[in-house]
């Protein structure tokens, strides 16, 4: 079955980095793309970042260009999603997503919460 397990949240400083991975399994991660959303307290998720299967296309959302980048690795089947720069409005929970064969795959999440 599909598994996706993420890892690497955290409290950190207005400024500061995190690096959060996602380990995939139970299916073959190199034939589909892979996303990371977020969603804040009393808000909808929002699509953060995709990138495509060969990882050779990415897209992100306005308010994070520049200072995020998903990249994935095929051998290790994990996708990462490496943020500078954090903001108090990047605090969320973090998930990352598959999509494959009309059907929504979601790990557990991790917390990200960005405070002085």
């Known amino acids: 079955q599909v598994q996706l397990v993420e890892s690497g949240g955290g409290l950190v400083q207005p400024g500061g980095s995190l690096r959060l991975s996602c380990a995939a399994s139970g299916f073959t991660f190199s034939m589909y793309g892979m996303s990371w959303y977020r969603q804040a307290p009393g808000e909808e998720r929002e699509l953060v970042a995709s990138?495509?299967?060969?990882?050779?296309?990415?897209d992100y959302v306005d308010s994070v260009k520049g200072r995020f980048t998903i990249s994935r690795d095929n051998v290790k089947n994990t996708v990462t999603l490496q943020m500078n720069s954090l903001k108090p409005e990047d605090t969320a929970k973090y998930y990352c997503?598959?999509?494959?064969?009309?059907?929504?795959?979601w790990g557990q999440g991790t917390q990200v919460t960005v405070s002085s």
């Open positions: 997503n598959c999509k494959r064969l009309g059907t929504d795959y």
């Open positions: 990138i495509d299967s060969t990882g050779g296309s990415q």
